[in-house]
T-cell receptor, first 112, second 114 residues
Framework: DAKTTQPTSMDCAEGRAANLPCNHS???????VYWYRQIHSQGPQYIIH???NNETNEMASLIITEDRKSSTLILPHATLRDTAVYYC?????????????FGKGTHLIIQP | DTGVSQNPRHKITKRGQNVTFRCDPI?????LYWYRQTLGQGPEFLTY????????KSRLLSDRFSAERPKGSFSTLEIQRTEQGDSAMYLC????????????FGPGTRLTVT
């Protein structure tokens, strides 16, 4: 699986859009980008995933660059409950290992 | 369905003792995963089941660790002869076979080995 690089931590004001970047410059054509988050003392929570098109669901939007070497997770109106560690994970869709490889993620702190 | 549940939530044990954790996945999910998470790190994959078959094991799963899913429903993770380095959060997740990377995690079992 391709490796990912994320900033260690970020701050965002409550009510603003939180934009979390992820670099995956070695991603291959059949690898997806998945995002999870982990609120303190809870298990990780799936947020969204994409291959090459931008995706949106009730939680967030995922913007993937045209060359697929980076992506941005957008939380449109951040609340205090969005304070968490956010993980960007690249997975191969064609079979093989089913376990997710988490890095250290980005600790997002929403400021009141 | 209330999601993935894990028991106990916390376990304190003395070094050398055996411990067993239980995971109850979402009922219609046939895939079940175990992960371990230490402080400040992301979860690390340990093993995975499809129904009752254990299909993948990480090299992190030493011979002191054993996992079972006897009837393809709940799973247990046993650690024999615990060591202080086993202190961690043990997370269980489950997924639908058509969306295997969209995994639903339980709250975890925090193990402290003294």
């Amino acid at each position: 699986d391709a490796k990912t690089t994320q900033p260690t931590s970020m701050d965002c004001a409550e009510g603003r859009a939180a934009n979390l970047p992820c670099n995956h410059s070695t991603i291959s054509g059949n690898e997806y980008v998945y995002w999870y988050r982990q609120i303190h003392s809870q298990g990780p929570q799936y947020i969204i995933h994409g291959l090459k098109n931008n995706e949106t669901n009730e939680m967030a939007s995922l913007i993937i660059t045209e060359d697929r070497k980076s992506s941005t997770l957008i939380l449109p109106h951040a609340t205090l409950r969005d304070t968490a560690v956010y993980y960007c994970i690249v997975v191969y869709s064609g079979g093989g290992a089913d376990g997710l490889t988490f890095g250290k993620g980005t600790h997002l702190i929403i400021q009141p | 369905d209330t999601g993935v549940s894990q028991n106990p939530r916390h376990k304190i044990t003395k070094r050398g003792q055996n411990v067993t954790f239980r995971c109850d996945p979402i009922s219609e999910h046939n895939r079940l995963y175990w992960y371990r998470q230490t402080l400040g790190q992301g979860p690390e994959f340990l093993t995975y089941f499809q129904n009752e078959a254990q299909l993948e094991k990480s090299r992190l799963l030493s011979d002191r660790f054993s996992a079972e899913r006897p009837k393809g429903s709940f799973s247990t993770l046993e650690i024999q002869r615990t060591e202080q380095g086993d202190s961690a959060m043990y997370l269980c997740a489950s997924s639908d076979p058509t969306e295997r990377y969209e995994q639903y995690f339980g709250p975890g079992t925090r193990l402290t080995v003294t």
